[in-house]
Protein backbone atom coordinates (compact mmCIF):
# COMPACT_ATOMS: atom_id res chain seq x y z
CA UNK A 1 0.00 0.00 0.00
CA UNK A 2 2.86 2.55 0.83
CA UNK A 3 4.73 1.76 -2.44
CA UNK A 4 1.53 2.40 -4.47
CA UNK A 5 0.82 5.98 -3.01
CA UNK A 6 4.82 6.52 -3.55
CA UNK A 7 4.35 6.02 -6.79
CA UNK A 8 1.31 8.46 -7.20
CA UNK A 9 2.79 10.92 -5.26
CA UNK A 10 5.94 11.00 -8.35
CA UNK A 11 3.33 10.19 -10.73
CA UNK A 12 1.51 14.03 -9.41
CA UNK A 13 4.82 16.00 -9.59
CA UNK A 14 4.47 18.93 -10.65
CA UNK A 15 7.43 18.73 -12.33
CA UNK A 16 6.09 15.73 -14.59
CA UNK A 17 2.47 17.17 -14.71
CA UNK A 18 3.75 20.11 -16.90
CA UNK A 19 5.87 18.17 -19.00
CA UNK A 20 2.25 16.87 -20.54
CA UNK A 21 0.90 20.08 -21.47
CA UNK A 22 1.87 20.79 -24.60
CA UNK A 23 0.86 17.29 -25.86
CA UNK A 24 -2.48 18.34 -23.72
CA UNK A 25 -2.84 21.93 -25.48
CA UNK A 26 -2.48 19.75 -29.14
CA UNK A 27 -5.52 17.78 -28.12
CA UNK A 28 -7.80 20.08 -26.47
CA UNK A 29 -7.61 23.13 -29.88
CA UNK A 30 -9.17 20.59 -31.30
CA UNK A 31 -12.33 19.96 -28.90
CA UNK A 32 -15.58 19.75 -30.76
CA UNK A 33 -17.29 22.48 -27.69
CA UNK A 34 -15.94 26.18 -27.74
CA UNK A 35 -18.25 26.61 -25.37
CA UNK A 36 -18.98 24.41 -22.97
CA UNK A 37 -20.42 26.72 -20.27
CA UNK A 38 -21.67 24.36 -17.50
CA UNK A 39 -19.19 21.41 -18.33
CA UNK A 40 -15.54 21.55 -17.96
CA UNK A 41 -12.97 23.95 -18.68
CA UNK A 42 -9.68 24.11 -19.73
CA UNK A 43 -8.07 23.57 -16.21
CA UNK A 44 -10.55 20.60 -15.78
CA UNK A 45 -9.81 19.03 -19.15
CA UNK A 46 -6.21 19.32 -18.33
CA UNK A 47 -6.57 17.32 -15.22
CA UNK A 48 -8.90 14.90 -16.41
CA UNK A 49 -5.96 14.22 -19.41
CA UNK A 50 -3.46 13.94 -16.86
CA UNK A 51 -4.77 11.57 -14.69
CA UNK A 52 -6.19 9.15 -17.41
CA UNK A 53 -2.44 9.33 -18.62
CA UNK A 54 -1.03 8.31 -16.31
CA UNK A 55 -3.37 5.68 -14.73
CA UNK A 56 -4.19 4.06 -18.55
CA UNK A 57 -7.83 2.74 -17.35
CA UNK A 58 -9.01 -0.31 -19.34
CA UNK A 59 -12.21 0.73 -18.79
CA UNK A 60 -13.77 4.70 -18.33
CA UNK A 61 -17.25 5.42 -16.41
CA UNK A 62 -18.29 9.43 -16.95
CA UNK A 63 -21.36 10.13 -14.66
CA UNK A 64 -22.34 13.72 -16.18
CA UNK A 65 -22.03 13.61 -19.50
CA UNK A 66 -24.08 17.10 -20.82
CA UNK A 67 -22.95 18.09 -24.09
CA UNK A 68 -20.23 15.43 -24.53
CA UNK A 69 -17.05 17.50 -24.35
CA UNK A 70 -15.52 15.39 -21.50
CA UNK A 71 -16.72 12.65 -23.37
CA UNK A 72 -14.71 13.52 -26.44
CA UNK A 73 -11.59 14.15 -24.53
CA UNK A 74 -11.51 10.60 -22.66
CA UNK A 75 -11.66 9.16 -26.24
CA UNK A 76 -9.16 11.45 -27.37
CA UNK A 77 -7.04 10.66 -24.59
CA UNK A 78 -7.22 7.07 -24.34
CA UNK A 79 -8.25 5.59 -27.31
CA UNK A 80 -8.54 1.87 -26.98
CA UNK A 81 -10.42 2.26 -23.37
CA UNK A 82 -13.47 1.06 -23.19
CA UNK A 83 -16.22 4.00 -22.01
CA UNK A 84 -19.44 3.93 -20.37
CA UNK A 85 -21.38 7.31 -20.57
CA UNK A 86 -24.41 7.62 -18.15
CA UNK A 87 -26.43 10.91 -17.93
CA UNK A 88 -30.36 11.11 -16.61
CA UNK A 89 -30.34 13.75 -19.30
CA UNK A 90 -28.87 12.17 -23.09
CA UNK A 91 -30.40 14.95 -25.03
CA UNK A 92 -28.05 17.71 -23.87
CA UNK A 93 -25.68 16.01 -26.30
CA UNK A 94 -24.02 17.62 -28.70
CA UNK A 95 -20.64 15.46 -29.37
CA UNK A 96 -22.08 11.73 -29.15
CA UNK A 97 -19.60 9.35 -29.59
CA UNK A 98 -19.31 6.01 -31.58
CA UNK A 99 -17.79 3.87 -29.32
CA UNK A 100 -19.45 4.75 -26.02
CA UNK A 101 -22.38 2.50 -24.13
CA UNK A 102 -24.56 5.55 -23.24
CA UNK A 103 -26.88 4.89 -20.47
CA UNK A 104 -29.77 7.29 -18.65
CA UNK A 105 -29.55 4.78 -15.37
CA UNK A 106 -28.04 5.86 -12.43
CA UNK A 107 -24.34 5.34 -11.24
CA UNK A 108 -25.85 2.88 -8.46
CA UNK A 109 -28.21 0.79 -10.66
CA UNK A 110 -25.61 -0.32 -13.12
CA UNK A 111 -24.09 -4.11 -13.05
CA UNK A 112 -20.31 -3.88 -12.77
CA UNK A 113 -19.82 -7.49 -11.51
CA UNK A 114 -17.65 -7.81 -14.65
CA UNK A 115 -15.33 -4.91 -15.39
CA UNK A 116 -11.46 -4.55 -15.02
CA UNK A 117 -9.35 -4.33 -12.20
CA UNK A 118 -7.97 -0.87 -13.04
CA UNK A 119 -11.29 0.92 -14.02
CA UNK A 120 -12.04 4.74 -13.49
CA UNK A 121 -14.75 6.44 -12.79
CA UNK A 122 -15.27 10.09 -13.35
CA UNK A 123 -18.14 11.92 -11.39
CA UNK A 124 -19.17 15.25 -13.09
CA UNK A 125 -23.36 14.70 -11.66
CA UNK A 126 -23.88 16.66 -8.70
CA UNK A 127 -24.21 14.31 -6.41
CA UNK A 128 -23.09 13.92 -3.09
CA UNK A 129 -19.40 12.76 -3.20
CA UNK A 130 -19.91 10.72 -0.08
CA UNK A 131 -22.65 8.64 -1.63
CA UNK A 132 -20.48 7.88 -4.65
CA UNK A 133 -17.18 6.67 -2.61
CA UNK A 134 -19.77 3.98 -0.76
CA UNK A 135 -21.03 3.00 -3.89
CA UNK A 136 -17.46 2.96 -5.91
CA UNK A 137 -16.65 0.59 -2.87
CA UNK A 138 -19.43 -1.05 -3.05
CA UNK A 139 -18.79 -1.82 -7.46
CA UNK A 140 -15.20 -2.42 -6.04
CA UNK A 141 -13.87 0.18 -7.94
CA UNK A 142 -10.55 1.81 -6.65
CA UNK A 143 -9.79 5.40 -9.00
CA UNK A 144 -12.14 8.35 -8.84
CA UNK A 145 -11.80 11.57 -10.07
CA UNK A 146 -14.48 14.37 -8.90
CA UNK A 147 -15.28 17.04 -10.34
CA UNK A 148 -16.56 19.81 -8.45
CA UNK A 149 -15.16 19.94 -5.40
CA UNK A 150 -15.88 22.85 -4.13
CA UNK A 151 -15.09 24.44 -0.34
CA UNK A 152 -18.12 25.33 1.70
CA UNK A 153 -18.25 28.49 0.04
CA UNK A 154 -19.24 27.19 -2.99
CA UNK A 155 -20.89 24.36 -5.14
CA UNK A 156 -24.70 22.92 -4.89
CA UNK A 157 -24.22 19.05 -2.99
CA UNK A 158 -22.09 17.77 -0.23
CA UNK A 159 -18.56 17.68 -1.32
CA UNK A 160 -15.35 15.55 0.15
CA UNK A 161 -13.50 18.57 0.58
CA UNK A 162 -16.37 20.15 2.12
CA UNK A 163 -16.39 16.70 4.85
CA UNK A 164 -13.02 17.62 5.62
CA UNK A 165 -14.16 21.47 6.58
CA UNK A 166 -16.80 19.77 9.04
CA UNK A 167 -19.03 21.55 6.96
CA UNK A 168 -22.48 19.80 6.44
CA UNK A 169 -24.07 20.76 3.18
CA UNK A 170 -27.23 22.81 2.76
CA UNK A 171 -29.26 23.13 -0.40
CA UNK A 172 -30.91 26.31 -1.03
CA UNK A 173 -33.07 26.01 -3.65
CA UNK A 174 -36.01 28.42 -5.44
CA UNK A 175 -39.57 28.73 -3.97
CA UNK A 176 -40.70 27.12 -7.34
CA UNK A 177 -38.08 24.36 -6.95
CA UNK A 178 -39.75 24.19 -3.34
CA UNK A 179 -43.45 24.11 -4.92
CA UNK A 180 -42.54 21.51 -7.87
CA UNK A 181 -40.42 19.06 -5.07
CA UNK A 182 -43.54 19.13 -3.01
CA UNK A 183 -46.05 18.32 -5.28
CA UNK A 184 -43.64 15.69 -6.55
CA UNK A 185 -44.04 14.26 -2.76
CA UNK A 186 -47.24 14.38 -2.89
CA UNK A 187 -48.03 12.26 -6.10
CA UNK A 188 -45.71 10.15 -4.83
CA UNK A 189 -48.12 9.89 -1.15
CA UNK A 190 -50.72 9.26 -3.41
CA UNK A 191 -49.46 6.57 -5.72
CA UNK A 192 -48.82 4.81 -2.13
CA UNK A 193 -52.22 5.06 -0.68
CA UNK A 194 -54.01 4.09 -3.94
CA UNK A 195 -51.89 0.94 -5.01
CA UNK A 196 -49.81 -1.31 -2.90
CA UNK A 197 -48.03 -2.23 -6.02
CA UNK A 198 -46.53 0.94 -5.89
CA UNK A 199 -42.49 0.92 -5.36
CA UNK A 200 -41.50 4.17 -4.55
CA UNK A 201 -37.49 4.43 -4.31
CA UNK A 202 -37.16 5.33 -7.78
CA UNK A 203 -39.32 8.88 -6.82
CA UNK A 204 -37.73 9.03 -3.47
CA UNK A 205 -34.16 9.37 -4.83
CA UNK A 206 -35.75 11.68 -7.22
CA UNK A 207 -36.94 13.75 -4.45
CA UNK A 208 -33.63 12.94 -2.35
CA UNK A 209 -31.46 14.68 -5.09
CA UNK A 210 -33.67 18.11 -4.90
CA UNK A 211 -33.43 18.25 -1.78
CA UNK A 212 -29.68 18.14 -1.42
CA UNK A 213 -28.92 18.67 2.24
CA UNK A 214 -26.84 16.60 4.27
CA UNK A 215 -25.70 15.26 7.67
CA UNK A 216 -23.21 13.46 9.86
CA UNK A 217 -21.78 13.52 13.46
CA UNK A 218 -18.34 14.12 14.66
CA UNK A 219 -15.41 12.73 13.28
CA UNK A 220 -17.49 10.95 10.70
CA UNK A 221 -14.90 11.83 8.22
CA UNK A 222 -12.46 9.59 9.45
CA UNK A 223 -14.48 6.74 8.18
CA UNK A 224 -14.02 8.29 5.18
CA UNK A 225 -10.28 8.93 5.06
CA UNK A 226 -10.19 4.84 6.26
CA UNK A 227 -11.31 4.37 2.74
CA UNK A 228 -9.05 6.90 1.20
CA UNK A 229 -5.16 5.62 0.10
CA UNK A 230 -4.40 8.45 -2.16
CA UNK A 231 -6.10 12.40 -2.42
CA UNK A 232 -4.98 14.81 -5.08
CA UNK A 233 -6.55 18.15 -5.62
CA UNK A 234 -4.95 19.23 -9.27
CA UNK A 235 -3.62 22.74 -9.12
CA UNK A 236 -5.31 25.04 -11.11
CA UNK A 237 -3.06 26.36 -14.37
CA UNK A 238 -1.94 29.74 -13.46
CA UNK A 239 -2.91 31.60 -10.34
CA UNK A 240 -6.40 32.80 -10.51
CA UNK A 241 -8.72 34.53 -7.86
CA UNK A 242 -9.79 31.84 -5.63
CA UNK A 243 -7.81 30.21 -2.57
CA UNK A 244 -6.34 27.53 -4.06
CA UNK A 245 -3.28 25.12 -4.24
CA UNK A 246 -0.36 26.78 -5.71
CA UNK A 247 -0.80 26.86 -9.31
CA UNK A 248 1.33 24.84 -11.70
CA UNK A 249 2.84 27.59 -13.47
CA UNK A 250 3.76 31.36 -13.14
CA UNK A 251 2.01 32.27 -16.37
CA UNK A 252 1.25 30.58 -19.47
CA UNK A 253 1.10 31.26 -23.27
CA UNK A 254 -2.12 30.72 -25.01
CA UNK A 255 -2.92 31.74 -28.76
CA UNK A 256 -6.28 32.10 -28.71
CA UNK A 257 -8.21 34.34 -25.99
CA UNK A 258 -11.21 31.75 -25.84
CA UNK A 259 -8.66 29.78 -23.90
CA UNK A 260 -7.76 32.53 -22.01
CA UNK A 261 -10.96 33.04 -20.70
CA UNK A 262 -11.65 29.54 -19.56
CA UNK A 263 -8.55 30.14 -17.01
CA UNK A 264 -10.45 31.37 -14.32
CA UNK A 265 -12.64 28.54 -14.77
CA UNK A 266 -11.11 25.89 -11.29
CA UNK A 267 -13.42 23.64 -8.89
CA UNK A 268 -10.75 21.92 -7.38
CA UNK A 269 -11.23 18.59 -9.51
CA UNK A 270 -9.63 15.89 -7.47
CA UNK A 271 -8.01 12.37 -7.98
CA UNK A 272 -9.21 9.55 -5.33
CA UNK A 273 -7.56 6.43 -5.02
CA UNK A 274 -9.36 3.91 -2.61
CA UNK A 275 -7.81 1.43 -0.94
C1 LIG B 1 -21.72 19.59 -15.19
S1 LIG B 1 -22.65 18.65 -16.31
C2 LIG B 1 -21.46 17.52 -16.96
C3 LIG B 1 -20.43 18.20 -17.83
C4 LIG B 1 -19.56 17.28 -18.70
N1 LIG B 1 -18.81 16.33 -17.91
C5 LIG B 1 -18.59 18.10 -19.53
O1 LIG B 1 -17.88 18.92 -18.97
O2 LIG B 1 -18.51 17.94 -20.73
C6 LIG B 1 -23.62 17.70 -15.22
C7 LIG B 1 -24.50 16.65 -15.89
O3 LIG B 1 -24.90 15.71 -14.89
C8 LIG B 1 -26.15 15.19 -15.27
N2 LIG B 1 -26.72 14.50 -14.10
C9 LIG B 1 -27.48 14.98 -13.09
N3 LIG B 1 -27.78 14.00 -12.22
C10 LIG B 1 -27.18 12.87 -12.69
C11 LIG B 1 -27.08 11.53 -12.24
N4 LIG B 1 -27.68 11.13 -11.13
N5 LIG B 1 -26.37 10.66 -12.97
C12 LIG B 1 -25.74 11.05 -14.12
N6 LIG B 1 -25.80 12.30 -14.60
C13 LIG B 1 -26.50 13.20 -13.90
C14 LIG B 1 -26.90 16.40 -15.77
O4 LIG B 1 -27.96 16.03 -16.61
C15 LIG B 1 -25.79 17.17 -16.50
O5 LIG B 1 -25.81 16.89 -17.88
Not at 15 to 35: A, D, M, Q, T, V
Not at 142 to 148: A, G, M, P, V, Y
Not at 245 to 261: A, G, V
Request: glycine fraction near 2%.
Amino acid sequence: MKRNTFDLNAKFSYKKINSELKNFLNIYKKRPIKNNDGGCRINHAFAIYYILKKLKPKLVIESGVYKGQTTWLIEKTLPKTKLICIDINLSQRKYVSKKAKYSNIDFKFHDFSKIPLNTLVFFDDHVNHLDRIKETNFFKIKNIIFEDNYNNKDGDFQTIKQLYENHKFIHNESFFSYIKTFFLFLKMIFKKIISNKYNAFKDLDIIKNRIRDFYFYKNYKNNIKNNINFYFEFPPLVKIKMKTKKPLLKKINLRSSELFQELKFYNYITFIKLK
